[in-house]
């Protein structure tokens, strides 16, 4: 709890990097649970991005449990910090100018709505990797879902810990007839509702 702080402002701001990239900052939100597709989306997003010559971070949950929150488990009191932190960093990568792509399972509505209310106007960008369970399960790639089932992992979303799926966000990507599209497809998806909104330019 700092006392005597004091804000310092900088000669060159957000409105001059954003010039200097042509590009609007914003933080695009994948959330979903494990092996919904957010780290495949987040890779397709930016690679699409890259070759429209727009610049992107990825902050991926898993990557920064290795370095910045890696102090930090999967118990409730966790995760709330866990996302509490990474919201204010993809702020921070929005303020620079990028396109700031987080992707981290963020179960609890609060905790996302509060990242939302973090970011100034509509640059808050909400995607919902709306997959079942039964598909998510299914992929496990880690192998992490099988480890919950038998009881050695505690506390895994969707098995025996809750996932508040969004109420309004943005983009909701789900599977249809049983099929989930593909990850270029959904990132041409969210690429179409960034351009719609004049995140692509800075005219
Ligand atoms: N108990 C439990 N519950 C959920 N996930 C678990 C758990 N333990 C480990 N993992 C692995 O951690 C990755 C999720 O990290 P996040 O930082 O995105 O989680 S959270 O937003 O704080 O809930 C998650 O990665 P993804 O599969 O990419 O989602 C898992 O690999
Ligand atoms: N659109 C997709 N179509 C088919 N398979 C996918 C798709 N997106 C992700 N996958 C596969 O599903 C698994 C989980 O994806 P991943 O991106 O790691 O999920 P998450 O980051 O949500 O845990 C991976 O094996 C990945 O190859």
Redo the contacts with the bound molecule.
């Keep these: 709890m700092s006392t005597n702080i004091f804000w310092q402002e900088s000669p060159i701001g957000k409105t001059e990097r954003q010039k200097l990239l042509n590009q609007k900052g914003c933080v695009v939100w994948?959330t979903?649970?494990?092996?919904?597709?957010?780290?495949?989306?987040?890779?397709s997003l930016s690679r699409e991005l890259y070759t429209r010559g727009k610049l992107s971070y990825i902050l991926?949950?898993?990557n920064l449990r290795h370095g910045l929150n890696k102090d930090l488990g999967f118990k409730a009191e966790d995760r709330v910090e866990n996302i509490r932190r990474v919201g204010e960093v993809a702020k921070l990568f929005a303020d620079a100018g990028l396109i700031c792509i987080a992707?981290l399972?963020s179960p609890y509505r609060k905790d996302r709505d509060a990242c939302r209310e973090l970011m100034q106007g509509s640059s808050f960008i909400e995607v919902y990797?709306n997959m079942s369970l039964q598909l998510?399960e299914a992929?496990d790639?880690?192998g992490l879902y099988k480890l919950a089932r038998a009881g050695k992992i505690k506390g895994f979303t969707g098995i025996d810990d809750p996932y508040e799926s969004p109420l309004n966000c943005e983009i909701e990507l789900k599977e249809k007839e049983g099929e989930?599209?593909?990850?270029v497809?959904?990132a041409e998806e969210v690429i179409a509702y960034l351009e719609a909104k004049g995140f692509l330019q800075n005219q």
């Excluded at 989930?180 to 990850?183: A, Q, R, V, Y």
Aim: glycine share 14%; aromatic share 0%; charged share 15%.
């Design positions: 994948i979903g649970l494990s092996g919904s597709g957010k780290s495949t989306l987040a890779c991926d949950g898993d992707s399972i990797m998510c992929r790639p880690k989930c599209p593909s990850p497809t959904m």
